[in-house]
C-alpha cells in the first residue's frame, strides 16, 4: 500500500496528560489554593468581588530560571495589592505568529527550531507548579486545543487571542475550561468577533479532543459563565478611551452578555511600545476612579526584569537576562511603580 501522507516526515508518539501529571502532581494542598484562586476571579469577571485583576507578566516566557526569580517579586507586590487587586502572572507559552518565529516554550524550548515538544510540555507543567507554590495564581493562552490537558489544572486564568477568537475550536474548548476566559478582539479592532465568540461559549457544546490518557473522545460542556471581553487595540486605532469601552459595554449588553472588560495596556493599544502602557494604565485607572460603571474589571500589562525586549540570536549565551525574546516589556521597577501607582488610586476610590 502506497503512503497517503506525503507531507508527514515522521510521526512521534508523545507522553499522555495522566504520565506528566503523575511525574509533576498537584498536592491537595495546592489543589485548594488554586480553587480558591479561580474562584476569585470568577467573583471579580461576575461583579461579585469589588477589586479589579491584574493580569502582569512577560509576553512570552523563555527561561524557566527568570520566570521563577519574576514571580518571585511578583508574589511579594502581590500580597502588598491584595485588598484591591487580585494579580494574576502571565504565563505564556504559547506565540501565534502571522507568518513565522519562535512559537513559544511549549513548542520549541530550545529556542533553535529543533521543536522538542515533551520536553517543552515538561518545562511548562514544573514551572507552573513551582510559580503557584509562590502563593500567585498563572494565566495562559489557549492556542492549542490539546494542551490544556497537560496543565489546565494548574491554570487560574485564560485567554483566546485575537488570531484565535473567532475560531470555533476554541469557542467549544471555552466552553468546557474550567477557568474563567477573556477573548480578545480581532487585530483589526473588531469587536463582534470576540462578542460572539464569549456569547457562544457560554452555551453547552461537544469537540472532539484527547482525555488524560489520550484517547479520542467527544467532550460535552456545561458552558463558560466567566467569559470576558479583552480590549487589546486595533492595527489602525486603540480602545482603551472611554467612548471605546462604552461601546463595547453596550454592545455586550445587546447580545446580553454581563459587561466585564479588561484593558489590555499593550499590543495595539501602546502600539507595542511598552513605556506607552503606563500612559494607558493611567487612563484606565482615571476611568475606574471616577465612573460609577463597574465594566472595567481589570488590565493587563507585559512585564519582566528589564525594559524592552531582544532578537534570538543562534548563540543563546548572548542573550541579556531578563530581558523578552518577544514584545516589549517594562522592567520591574516600572512595573512595581505601576501597580503600586493602582493600588493607591484604587483605595482613593474605596474612600
Not at 491584574?54 to 491584595?82: F, M, R, T
Request: with cysteine; glycine share 8%; hydrophobic share 35%.
Amino acid at each position: 500500500m502506497k503512503n497517503i501522507d506525503i507531507r508527514i516526515k515522521k510521526i512521534e508518539r508523545l507522553v499522555t496528560p495522566q504520565s506528566l501529571i503523575e511525574k509533576y502532581p498537584v498536592s491537595d494542598e495546592l489543589s485548594n489554593f488554586l480553587f480558591g484562586y479561580r474562584k476569585q476571579v470568577n467573583d471579580i469577571i461576575q461583579g461579585r468581588d469589588s477589586r479589579k485583576l491584574a493580569i502582569v507578566g512577560p509576553c512570552s516566557i523563555h527561561n524557566e530560571e527568570q520566570a521563577i526569580d519574576y514571580a518571585q517579586k511578583l508574589a511579594v507586590l502581590s500580597e502588598k495589592v491584595k485588598d484591591t487587586m487580585l494579580v494574576v502572572m502571565r504565563t505564556y507559552f504559547e506565540k501565534p505568529r502571522t507568518v513565522l518565529g519562535w512559537k513559544g516554550l511549549i513548542m520549541d524550548p530550545n529556542l533553535d527550531g529543533t521543536c522538542d515538544i515533551e520536553l517543552g510540555l515538561n518545562k511548562a507543567r514544573k514551572l507552573l507548579i513551582e510559580i503557584v507554590k509562590l502563593g500567585i495564581g498563572v494565566g495562559c493562552e489557549v492556542l492549542d486545543p490539546i494542551i490544556p490537558q497537560y496543565i489546565d489544572d494548574v491554570i487560574c486564568w485564560s485567554s483566546i487571542g485575537a488570531r484565535t477568537s473567532q475560531s470555533q475550536v476554541h469557542r467549544s474548548l471555552a466552553s468546557g475550561l474550567s477557568t474563567a476566559v477573556g477573548f480578545k478582539n480581532g487585530t483589526d479592532g473588531d469587536l463582534k468577533v470576540a462578542i460572539n465568540s464569549i456569547k457562544a461559549s457560554s452555551f453547552p457544546a461537544s469537540f472532539i479532543g484527547i482525555d488524560r490518557q489520550g484517547n479520542d473522545c467527544v467532550f460535552r460542556t456545561i458552558g463558560n459563565d466567566c467569559g470576558h471581553l479583552i480590549l487589546r487595540g486595533g492595527n489602525n486605532a486603540p480602545n482603551y478611551y472611554e467612548d471605546d469601552i462604552q461601546i463595547a459595554r453596550r454592545m455586550m449588553v445587546k447580545s446580553g452578555l454581563n459587561p466585564s472588560i479588561i484593558i489590555d495596556c499593550s499590543h495595539g493599544n501602546s502600539r507595542k511600545v511598552a513605556e506607552r502602557q503606563k500612559r494607558v494604565l493611567r487612563s484606565v485607572m482615571d476611568q475606574i476612579v471616577w465612573s460609577d460603571d463597574d465594566c472595567i474589571k481589570g488590565f493587563m500589562l507585559e512585564s519582566f526584569l528589564k525594559t524592552g525586549s531582544q532578537k534570538l540570536t543562534k548563540d543563546l549565551n548572548k542573550l541579556e537576562y531578563g530581558v523578552s525574546v518577544t514584545d516589549e516589556c517594562l522592567g520591574w521597577k516600572e512595573t512595581e511603580e505601576a501597580l503600586l501607582f493602582c493600588d493607591g488610586e484604587l483605595r482613593k476610590k474605596r474612600g
